[in-house]
């Protein structure tokens, strides 16, 4: 599966934001000028900026920075917290990512661009099951790595505090490239070393 990366859009639009909060408020029967929620429409166009910074950053320079190592083995980061927000009702969903590769030739990059991968793709109105591919694709197209095995777990706040409403329940997605997504003995080994 490919995903496709797109040109950086334009810069956020924090008046219009400001504008559609102060709506909002105005829609829910608030008043968005009394002192509590007087500067809410601010705090979240600032907030939106980072919350959705990963909209304006080109996941694969994460992992521009490579090393050749005497190294044939799988690298497994487990535990990467993240933060997104879903697409469908603009509430944050969160939990771990477990990062796992086998490199091609030595070729291996810092831990710290597996996790910064992570936040380039969750830092942007999302679907897990999305998110799990397009990290597991920039991972193996950008290393031309012999497998890639993506593990997330989350809670999602549309199914916690609204709809279902069933607070605790965790959403796992997996995606598997190269080898770890054609032997099944292999793969099974790598999410041994996830849980």
Known sequence: MSTSILPPPTPVDQEKIRQAVAMILEAVGEDPEREGLKDTPDRVARMYVEIFSGLRQDPREALATRFHVDHDEVVVVKNIPFYSACEHHLLPFYGVAHVAYLPSGGEVTGLSKLARLVEAYARR???????????????????????????????????????????GSRTVTVASRGIYRDQADRRNEVLQLMR
Request: aromatic residues 0%; charged residues 20%; contains cysteine.
């Open 125 to 167: 109105p999302q679907v897990q099951e999305r998110l799990t591919n397009q990290i597991a694709d920039t991972l193996e197209q950008e290393l031309a790595a012999q497998g890639v095995l993506i593990m997330m777990e989350a809670e999602h706040l549309c199914m916690t505090m609204r709809g279902i409403q069933k607070p």
